[in-house]
């Protein structure tokens, strides 16, 4: 044997010595990872050097593993030797310093296979390395040979936390996982990822209770080599426990710092709990006002219980100018830009300027095309962190093939985050705008006043809104509303779920599905705003007809329904780390009673897509075809954007 790792050999009192004068070194600088003592990954400050001094040492190198087949790759990929083997050391030094380093690093492989008795030899040229000096004269490629027996399976004897967090109450124990159900336990393979794991999540779970400077006490880990196993012992310092001292704000230089420090959530006095930090964090970004954002927390409490806490935050430039487009062969170009002030008085206020105009191309006279000019300003932190008011002024010309709507609109209300997954809005909006429609009703020409409420509920748990794999978005709303001119009152009501299914664990094939409902009761449609009444068919509606052209077929024409059902299903396939294809179908109906019949029958389309991952999120490419054609839709429809489409 003629490398053995440290433990092998030793009595067992010296074996736990050195792990545990490994487990208390201080951490690694940044550009590295140390475990057990062993560098995991990042690279040797002295192979850096040598990096760059000495002629080329070429080399070949064999890697040969006995004991446990299964863990070659393993302790290849370990192996700074077989990872460079294409690629010359510079000069004898460097071969040297890199084939030293590899005992560090084969040997916290192990460490991480619960290997503890295994042993390594490195020979370049027949001699062992750690004999060899870095001066020895070498051929030109010099052969290297790398061996390393794995030697048998430790499993632990012995698994206690001394001082152990107490459970966590039942709603709240899967904010932190049971060390024991992590490997750290009786007869559990005794990997030195586990005891390590084991004290970062008894220090979690005591922060949870309120300990906020929880730590790591002391640790002895033994390995017991006649029976292959490891006895290992942590002992937690819990703390006292900690309250809310007076957050400070460092950074700030437009915004109100006691403002901030309010919209922190966090009350002086209260019982420190992470989540908070976490929740505030999450509630700052929302403001959308800082480059950076980082909470730190005093290195001790006080006398008084009180643990003091800084919020540090670097501002962004207030202002900001976005464009955008999209594209499709049915709907035409669409252009759009805004202007945005993020902090208008110092407390977040924001601005937001819009203007669009869509439908170049499918017509190329400017009065069938859409415009809209609009406002919005929010006004964060009003009654609670959690609540904004928000107010919205838009002019718009809406050309559709059902109708051209002429309007103004405005509404006001306030926004809140129940939690991370909940929120709520509640707006009152009024309306006025003329519709042309073509149709001989006794008002081909209508105007139309309304006045109401917009209340919703919305869930979401998606990993990620732009690009989901997994979780469910739903979200309910209710519109009551009075129109003056007809003098009916009714009620708009809407229902939308999404799903993501990942199929595979790398989310390489994910399924994906959405549906919609709608009625609207209370009026007859002919004495509706035909914008409240529903239509379907575009890019985020059924792909393969035209923007909003599904309703209720009327002589020429299209108009709205008092009913919608919507479904669509996607198949969603990364064939690599930027591309992706889909595959989709998409159903829709729209019916002309608040409660649909289905005579009407449904619209239905089908296609395939290309996706481009970016940092804003995928880019779409979808073409779809009508599968029920009629005689006014294309007979295959393409779209461009940004985002999966739903």
Same mark, same amino acid.
């Given at each position: 044997?003629?490398?053995? #790792?440290?433990?092998?050999?030793?009595?067992?009192?010296?074996?736990?010595?050195?792990?545990?004068?490994?487990?208390?070194?201080?951490?690694?600088?940044?550009?590295?990872?140390?475990?057990?003592?062993?560098?995991?990954?990042?690279?040797?400050?002295?192979?850096?050097?040598?990096?760059?001094?000495?002629?080329?040492?070429?080399?070949?190198?064999?890697?040969?593993?006995?004991?446990?087949?299964?863990?070659?790759?393993?302790?290849?990929?370990?192996?700074?030797?077989?990872?460079?083997?294409?690629?010359?050391?510079?000069?004898? =030094?460097?071969?040297?310093?890199?084939?030293?380093?590899?005992?560090?690093?084969?040997?916290? +492989?192990?460490?991480?296979?619960?290997?503890?008795?295994?042993?390594?030899?490195?020979?370049?040229?027949?001699?062992?390395?750690?004999?060899?000096?870095?001066?020895?004269?070498?051929?030109?490629?010099?052969?290297?040979?790398?061996?390393?027996?794995?030697?048998?399976?430790?499993?632990?004897?012995?698994?206690?936390?001394?001082?152990?967090?107490?459970?966590?109450?039942?709603?709240?124990?899967?904010?932190?996982?049971?060390?024991?159900?992590?490997?750290?336990?009786?007869?559990?393979?005794?990997?030195?990822?586990?005891?390590? %794991?084991?004290?970062?999540?008894?220090?979690?779970?005591?922060?949870?209770?309120?300990?906020?400077?929880?730590?790591?006490?002391?640790?002895?880990?033994?390995?017991?080599?006649?029976v292959s196993e490891v006895e290992a012992v942590i002992?937690?310092?819990?703390?006292?426990?900690?309250?809310?001292?007076?957050?400070?704000?460092?950074?700030?230089?437009?915004?109100?710092?006691?403002?901030?420090?309010?919209?922190?959530?966090?009350?002086?006095?209260?019982?420190?709990?992470?989540?908070?930090?976490?929740?505030?964090?999450?509630?700052?970004?929302?403001?959308?006002?800082?480059?950076?954002?980082?909470?730190?927390?005093?290195?001790?409490?006080?006398?008084?219980?009180?643990?003091?806490?800084?919020?540090?935050?670097?501002?962004?430039?207030? %202002?900001?100018?976005?464009?955008?487009?999209?594209?499709?062969?049915?709907?035409?170009?669409?252009?759009?830009?805004?202007?945005?002030?993020?902090? $208008?008085?110092?407390?977040?206020?924001?601005?937001?300027?819009?203007?669009?105009?869509?439908?170049?191309?499918?017509?190329?006279?400017?009065?069938?095309?859409?415009?809209?000019?609009?406002?919005?300003?929010?006004?964060?932190?009003?009654?609670?962190?959690?609540?904004?008011?928000?107010?919205?002024? &838009?002019?718009?010309?809406?050309?559709?093939?059902?109708? #051209?709507?002429?309007?103004?609109? &405005?509404?006001?209300?306030?926004?809140?985050?129940?939690?991370?997954?909940?929120?709520?809005?509640?707006?009152?909006?009024?309306?006025?705008?003329?519709?042309?429609?073509?149709?001989?009703?006794?008002?081909?020409?209508?105007?139309?006043?309304?006045?109401?409420?917009?209340g919703g509920l919305t869930f979401d748990n998606r990993?990620?809104?732009?690009?989901?794999?997994?979780?469910?978005? +739903?979200?309910?709303?209710?519109?009551?509303?009075?129109?003056?001119?007809?003098?009916?009152?009714?009620?708009?009501?809407?229902?939308?779920?999404?799903?993501?299914?990942?199929?595979?664990?790398?989310?390489?094939?994910?399924?994906?599905?959405? +549906?919609?409902?709608?009625?609207?009761?209370?009026?007859?449609?002919?004495?509706? =705003?035909?914008?409240?009444?529903?239509?379907?068919?575009?890019?985020?509606?059924?792909?393969?007809?035209?923007?909003?052209?599904?309703?209720?077929?009327?002589?020429?024409?299209?108009?709205?329904?008092?009913?919608?059902?919507?479904?669509? +299903?996607?198949?969603?396939?990364?064939? #690599?780390?930027?591309?992706? $294809?889909?595959?989709?179908?998409?159903?829709?109906?729209?019916?002309?009673?608040?409660?649909?019949?289905?005579?009407?029958?449904? %619209?239905?389309?089908?296609?395939?897509?290309?996706?481009?991952q970016t940092g804003l999120g995928p880019i779409r490419?979808?073409?779809?075809?009508?599968?029920?054609?009629?005689?006014?839709?294309?007979?295959?429809?393409?779209?461009?954007?940004?985002?999966?489409?739903?």
């Amino acid at each position: 044997m003629k490398r053995p #790792t440290p433990i092998r050999g030793l009595s067992s009192f010296l074996a736990a010595g050195l792990l545990c004068a490994s487990l208390a070194l201080p951490p690694a600088p940044a550009h590295a990872f140390e475990l057990f003592g062993f560098r995991l990954f990042g690279s040797d400050p002295a192979e850096e050097m040598n990096d760059f001094i000495g002629e080329p040492q070429f080399y070949e190198v064999e890697f040969v593993v006995t004991g446990d087949d299964d863990l070659a790759d393993r302790l290849r990929q370990a192996s700074s030797l077989w990872a460079d083997r294409d690629d010359p050391a510079s000069g004898v =030094p460097g071969l040297v310093t890199k084939a030293r380093g590899d005992y560090r690093r084969i040997l916290a +492989a192990l460490y991480a296979e619960a290997r503890y008795g295994g042993a390594i030899s490195i020979r370049v040229e027949g001699r062992e390395v750690a004999d060899l000096p870095p001066d020895a004269t070498l051929p030109a490629t010099a052969s290297v040979l790398v061996t390393v027996d794995t030697g048998p399976l430790f499993r632990f004897g012995r698994a206690d936390i001394v001082n152990a967090p107490p459970p966590l109450p039942a709603d709240r124990r899967d904010e932190v996982d049971d060390p024991r159900e992590r490997g750290f336990a009786l007869g559990e393979d005794a990997r030195s990822g586990a005891i390590l %794991r084991a004290e970062r999540l008894s220090v979690e779970a005591w922060r949870h209770h309120g300990h906020a400077k929880a730590e790591i006490a002391d640790r002895r880990v033994e390995a017991v080599h006649a029976v292959s196993e490891v006895e290992a012992v942590i002992t937690v310092a819990p703390g006292q426990l900690a309250r809310y001292g007076p957050v400070g704000v460092r950074g700030a230089e437009r915004l109100d710092p006691e403002w901030l420090a309010w919209m922190t959530g966090l009350v002086p006095g209260e019982v420190y709990d992470p989540r908070d930090l976490q929740r505030a964090g999450t509630r700052l970004a929302r403001l959308d006002v800082f480059r950076s954002q980082r909470f730190e927390e005093a290195e001790s409490i006080g006398a008084d219980g009180l643990l003091p806490i800084d919020l540090i935050v670097q501002e962004r430039q207030p %202002r900001r100018i976005g464009i955008g487009g999209s594209y499709s062969t049915v709907d035409g170009f669409g252009a759009e830009a805004f202007w945005l002030h993020r902090n $208008l008085f110092g407390r977040a206020e924001r601005l937001r300027l819009d203007a669009r105009v869509g439908g170049i191309g499918r017509s190329w006279q400017p009065r069938n095309w859409t415009y809209r000019l609009g406002s919005r300003f929010t006004m964060p932190g009003i009654f609670t962190p959690d609540t904004d008011f928000s107010a919205g002024l &838009a002019g718009e010309r809406e050309v559709l093939d059902a109708y #051209t709507r002429t309007g103004v609109d &405005a509404e006001a209300g306030v926004t809140h985050i129940f939690d991370d997954q909940l929120s709520g809005r509640l707006f009152a909006n009024v309306s006025a705008a003329r519709f042309e429609d073509g149709l001989r009703f006794a008002y081909p020409r209508r105007e139309f006043v309304t006045a109401g409420l917009l209340g919703g509920l919305t869930f979401d748990n998606r990993d990620d809104p732009a690009n989901a794999t997994r979780g469910i978005y +739903a979200d309910v709303t209710l519109q009551p509303f009075h129109e003056f001119v007809f003098t009916n009152t009714a009620i708009r009501a809407t229902a939308e779920a999404r799903a993501y299914f990942s199929l595979t664990g790398d989310d390489g094939l994910v399924l994906a599905g959405r +549906a919609r409902l709608g009625t609207l009761a209370g009026a007859p449609a002919a004495e509706t =705003p035909p914008d409240k009444l529903f239509l379907a068919g575009g890019g985020g509606s059924v792909r393969g007809y035209p923007f909003r052209s599904i309703g209720i077929q009327q002589g020429n024409q299209i108009i709205g329904g008092r009913s919608l059902v919507e479904a669509s +299903a996607e198949v969603r396939a990364r064939v #690599t780390d930027t591309i992706g $294809l889909v595959g989709f179908f998409d159903a829709g109906h729209v019916g002309a009673d608040p409660v649909p019949n289905f005579s009407e029958g449904f %619209r239905m389309g089908a296609g395939v897509g290309l996706r481009y991952q970016t940092g804003l999120g995928p880019i779409r490419l979808d073409v779809a075809v009508p599968i029920n054609r009629r005689s006014s839709d294309p007979r295959a429809a393409f779209y461009v954007g940004i985002g999966q489409a739903f």
